[in-house]
């Protein structure tokens, strides 16, 4: 599978021109698949939108490379193929299709070919009914929407979405959610950083947890998922009934144990006659693993700075 | 070339406001042909005329200081550079646009002077030609405060802007008249100031090209900073 982003090494300094340099990112290393949906975590001021920022050459790295769709960051012909959603989203007032068309022109569209992809976009959004009102009186949500729509205007291959969702109501955030399962359905790659890790449970294939600049964790959403030590032993056991009209009675057990545990356990369960249903290893949350890697991350800092 | 002239009226739309105030300006230069008899008045007429040509130079600068700033503050440059738009197409696009603004000024300002002064008999053509001097000034002048704003507040570049242009001009009276076709603003407008109904005109135009030249190489400098610059972090 080919790489459609890629950060080698980068690091990226702050220097202001009065106080100590900030360290934003460091030795950042990531990779990108083609066709994949990948999730960018991080609490706030961990380097994520710094990181957005370099893929989308506003900023150039201290030090280290990267790579997007075959070509260093910063080249503006590899943006043609890159739909971008800044978090916060900024536009000019003007009516949304006239927008939208701006920005596709402004990426190589022209003619029925841009009016054309300017109200497939509107409509992805689903917001073609407002395609002549002014942006500038729409609310921040929809404002939000023809912020994604402009990133769509040029059919993508890859879309950069920082924060796409955060200020949706949770119909509209169905709707985002549905557009990027299509999007990946017709085989584009997304690059989503988002705070809301429910979302990103749902949506991503692979997801990446950056604290303080420096990549904590790297996998498969699934694997992050199920990579817990617990393991949850669900057991039978038949015992008397205190029923008039009924001999026994079945006693369903629901135990939680440590991987080391397991073996112990189960030999336990059958020795006492219960029967094993399942054994499972313990779902968790995406936001269980981000608080657990941003601890992991605040007492490796604080041991090193002891 | 889509990409500078899409940008360029994307700024002229943005600014659509202060110019349109500044068009009114002259307009109101144009009610005073209705209202008082001009052939009396000839100086007087004259004098705003030259007052509205420097208004002209003074909003060229703002806009070219400015205009950077303000996108980055508004965080709307962010969706436009993350098109395919290279930085130096991104700056071009806005000297571009600031010439537009200043294009529709000058025009606004020669129609009105065609009627005003052009009938109480300042000479048509040395009008257009003064039109033309103005043209190359706000560009020239818009040219060094976009460079300036490339790596300063719009304060700070404005007053650099008033140091750079009126440096030369400053350096002319003490060095040499060589001196005066370094960043010509102050001489195009000289030519402009000493404009008169009586006496005779000539036209320089390799003044005018000469600072079409010089506001081409600046914006290329320009450029050519702005695509080394981060464009995303805290502003000041």
Redesign the interface.
């Given at each position: 599978m080919s790489s459609v982003l890629q950060f080698e090494q980068v690091s990226k300094v702050y220097r202001p021109w009065l106080g100590r340099p900030v360290t934003a990112l460091r030795d950042f290393s990531l990779k990108v698949e083609c066709g994949e949906i990948f999730g960018f975590l991080g609490p706030n001021g961990a380097g994520k939108t710094t990181a957005i920022h370099l893929v989308m050459g506003f900023m150039q790295p201290s030090s280290g490379s990267g790579i997007l769709l075959g070509r260093p960051f910063g080249d503006a012909h590899s943006r043609r193929r890159v739909g971008f959603l800044a978090e916060n989203v900024a536009l000019y007032h003007r009516p949304a299709a006239s927008l939208v068309k701006f920005y596709g022109a402004l990426n190589g569209l022209r003619g029925a070919e841009l009016d054309r992809r300017a109200a497939a976009a509107l409509d992805a959004v689903q917001l073609t009914s407002e395609a002549r009102r002014n942006v500038g009186k729409f609310s921040r949500g929809m404002a939000q929407r023809v912020g994604l729509a402009q990133a769509l205007v040029n059919d993508p291959e890859l879309l950069v979405l920082d924060e796409p969702t955060s200020a949706l109501d949770p119909i509209a955030r169905v709707v985002v959610r549905e557009l990027l399962l299509k999007l990946r359905g017709e085989g584009k790659s997304v690059f989503l950083s988002s705070h809301l890790l429910s979302e990103v449970e749902l949506v991503c294939d692979r997801v990446a947890i950056v604290v303080k600049g420096r990549l904590m964790r790297l996998g498969r959403t699934a694997d992050l998922l199920h990579s817990s030590e617990q393991m949850r032993i669900l057991h039978r056991r038949i015992v008397a009934s205190d029923s008039p009209t009924a001999t026994t009675r079945m006693q369903l057990q629901d135990e939680v144990v440590s991987r080391r545990e397991l073996p112990g356990a189960l030999q336990r369960i059958w020795s006492a006659g219960d029967e094993v249903l399942s054994v499972n290893p313990m779902q968790r949350t995406m936001e269980e693993i981000f608080l657990e890697v941003t601890a992991e991350a605040e007492s490796a800092d604080q041991a090193s700075s002891a | 070339m889509?990409?500078v002239l899409?940008?360029a009226s994307?700024f002229a739309?943005?600014q659509r406001w202060p110019i349109l105030l500044l068009i009114l300006g002259v307009l109101a230069l144009a009610l005073m042909g209705l209202t008082v008899d001009l052939q009396k008045q000839q100086e007087d007429a004259l004098f705003l005329f030259k007052e509205l040509s420097i208004y002209g130079i003074a909003f060229s600068v703002f806009f070219g200081g400015s205009a950077i700033n303000t996108e980055r503050r508004?965080?709307?440059i962010?969706?436009?550079?993350?098109?395919?738009?290279?930085r130096s197409?991104y700056v071009m696009g806005l000297l571009a646009g600031v010439g537009l603004a200043a294009g529709l000024y000058c025009f606004t300002l020669g129609i009105t002077g065609t009627w005003l002064l052009g009938d109480i008999g300042f000479s048509r053509s040395h009008l257009w030609f003064l039109m033309a001097c103005l043209l190359a000034a706000c560009l020239l002048a818009a040219s060094v405060s976009v460079l300036y704003s490339t790596f300063l507040n719009p304060f700070l570049a404005t007053i650099a802007t008033a140091l750079t242009l009126t440096l030369p001009a400053g350096t002319t009276r003490f060095a040499g008249a060589g001196w005066q076709h370094v960043l010509p603003v102050h001489t195009l407008m000289d030519v402009v100031l000493q404009a008169a109904f009586r006496g005779d005109w000539v036209a320089d135009w390799t003044l005018v090209a000469l600072s079409l030249v010089q506001a081409a190489g600046i914006c290329g400098l320009a450029a050519w900073i702005f695509t080394?610059r981060?464009?995303?972090?805290a502003l000041d």
């Open positions: - | 889509r990409g899409l940008i994307n739309r943005e508004s965080r709307r962010l969706a436009v550079l993350s098109k395919s738009i290279s197409q080394s981060d464009i995303a972090v």
